[in-house]
């Protein structure tokens, strides 16, 4: 755990943290919860992206409050716990959308991050 985290845990500070989600194929997603550059916690080998939502999320500490969300390095948006829990369908869908979208006019050639 890397000390600014650390402070930040001992401080009684929210955290937004990042959710990485990978994956295209059911049995083959994973996911990374990232804390500034430190992941936090990570697994690998679940049916979907809600399902890897699902898990990162049960796995937050209380004090972590929101999350950026990241699908094959593409960011979707920044969400509280809430509206993930609330919205878990929608906020995967809209992940894996904008993704698609952003690779379609990018070419997906020109993203590095697979």
């Given amino acids: 755990m890397s000390a600014r985290m650390a402070g930040l845990m001992k401080q009684g500070s929210h955290m937004i943290v990042r959710i990485e989600l990978e994956g295209g194929r059911a049995g083959f997603y994973e996911y990374r919860v990232v804390f500034d550059t430190e992941e936090l916690y990570a697994d690998a080998g679940l049916a979907s992206v809600a399902e890897c939502l699902v898990a990162a999320v049960e796995g937050m500490a209380p004090h972590m409050v929101a999350a950026e969300i990241w699908y094959r390095g593409i960011v979707s948006g920044t969400y509280s716990l809430a509206v993930i829990a609330g919205n878990l369908d929608g906020v995967a869908q809209h992940a ?16 590095q991050h697979e």
């Fill in 96 to 111: 894996v959308n904008t993704a698609d979208a952003i690779r379609e006019v990018l070419g997906d050639d020109e993203l």
